[in-house]
Structures are given as C-alpha cells and as structure tokens.
C-alpha cells in the first residue's frame, strides 16, 4: 500500500524539525565540558534515515533487511566505505545504498569537497560492482541525498576561477544552491547515481525543492519503484 501525499510531506517536514533541533542542541554541547556533543555528533539526518526505513517498509522490503548503521561495502580504490543506508536481501545481496549529507554555511569551503566525495564514493562502488566485491539482483540502487541551508550565501551567486580555460556556461553567475543542483542532475545523467535530492531549508518550518527532477519526493518514487520490483528476493 503506497504512503498518500499528506502522510509523506508529515514524514518529511519531521525530517526537517529533526534536523534543525539536533544541530541546535549540537551548538549549545559544542561548549558543554560534559562532552554531550560527542554523543549527539552525526544524528542530524537520523530523521532522513527514518523516512528512507519507512519508505522501504512500505515497498514490502522486510526490517531486517534494513541497515542504518555500521554499513561497510568493499571498495575497489579502497577497502571500503561506510554508506549511510543500505537494504540488503535474506540471502545477502546489496539491493540499494543511500548517502546521506548536509550543508549550512562554510558553502565555499565545502562544496568541491562534497563533489569529489559524492563522485569518487560512486566511482568505487561501481567499480566495486564490476569486479563482483559483492552479491547483486542485477545493478543495485545508489542514491544521494543533500540538504543545504537556504539562506543569503547558499542563494547568492559566486565567482568562478577561470584563470587559463573558461569554465562551463552552466556555472556562469550559479549560486551554491545552484551548483549544487546542477551536480545532482549530473550524477544521475552520467548514471553513477540511480536517484538524488537536493533539498532546501531555512529553518525547522521551512523547506523547499529547488529542482522536481531531484526533488525528495522523485527520491522516494525510484527509491520505491526499484524496491517493488525487487520483492521476489525477500521471499526467499
């Protein structure tokens, strides 16, 4: 039974109130000498795993075959990598993995390396894939996931360095919400991910799509189509 549209938009909008109130608590133990930031460090997209375990429950993939933590695949560049989500079926097979990341300010300190990582994890894995590291039902599902502040610098539009070439016409006068969509439209044209979301949010109340074609919902439809189609292998 598919998940209506209120019921979706109530899961993502307590994703985005999660995500807000952890970060603040993070904040305010960054300067607590107990050392409960510790504690709380990495629980900001807690919220986004809960929507992508519910998704799954809904496309018929069993709990167990869900895995949230200490998600270790083996690389083909390196020994392996630990993705944020991962369905697996009963007799072992990788079915779909999701990395999950976010960005609120430090824009230009972070973007290029949130680009390296996004494609370089996508290299590896399907590298990984070609050289049989693990056991599939054909090509498994790979997503990414970005949640970005929206505010005043991630909006604004940024200067390129272009000291010998000229940089693509795409990037001319593109924010960092801009490139931002513009690299998750690529992942998904150049197939080294099957699905990505771009989602923006200013606040605990407040979030938007900056593109339909990487919106949180499209995520969700091929993440839950590929899912359905894969249901034999849970009966097993």
Not at 114 to 122: D, K, W
Not at 157 to 164: C, E, I, L
Request: charged letters at 25%; one cysteine or more.
């Amino acid at each position: 039974m598919t998940r209506g549209h209120s019921s979706l938009e109530k899961e993502i909008s307590e994703a985005v109130r999660w995500f807000w109130r952890t970060k603040a608590e993070q904040s305010v133990a960054c300067v607590d000498p107990s050392g409960r930031g510790g504690v709380l460090g990495g629980r900001q997209l807690d919220g986004f795993l809960n929507l992508l375990v519910y998704a799954c429950l809904e496309a018929g993939v069993p709990e167990e075959c869900i895995f949230i933590r200490g998600n270790y695949i083996p690389g083909f560049f390196r020994s392996s990598k630990d993705w944020d989500f991962l369905v697996i079926s009963p007799d072992n097979k990788l079915l779909a993995l999701v990395e999950l990341k976010s960005q609120v300010g430090s824009y230009g300190n972070n973007f290029n390396n949130r680009t390296e990582e996004a494609i370089g994890s996508a290299t590896d894995l399907w590298t990984a894939f070609r050289e049989g590291e693990f056991d599939t039902c054909g090509q498994p599902w790979a997503g990414y996931m970005m949640v970005i502040g929206d505010d005043l610098k991630s909006n604004c539009p940024v200067k390129n360095h272009s000291a010998h070439y000229p940089v693509l016409v795409e990037f001319e006068n593109a924010s960092y919400m801009d490139r931002y969509a513009i690299l998750c439209r690529k992942l998904i044209s150049e197939r080294l991910y099957n699905g990505c979301a771009l989602l923006a949010t200013s606040d605990e109340n407040h979030y938007r799509d900056i593109d339909p074609t990487i919106s949180i919902r499209q995520f969700i439809a091929s993440l839950q189509g590929y899912l359905t189609g894969c249901r034999h292998e849970f009966d097993r």
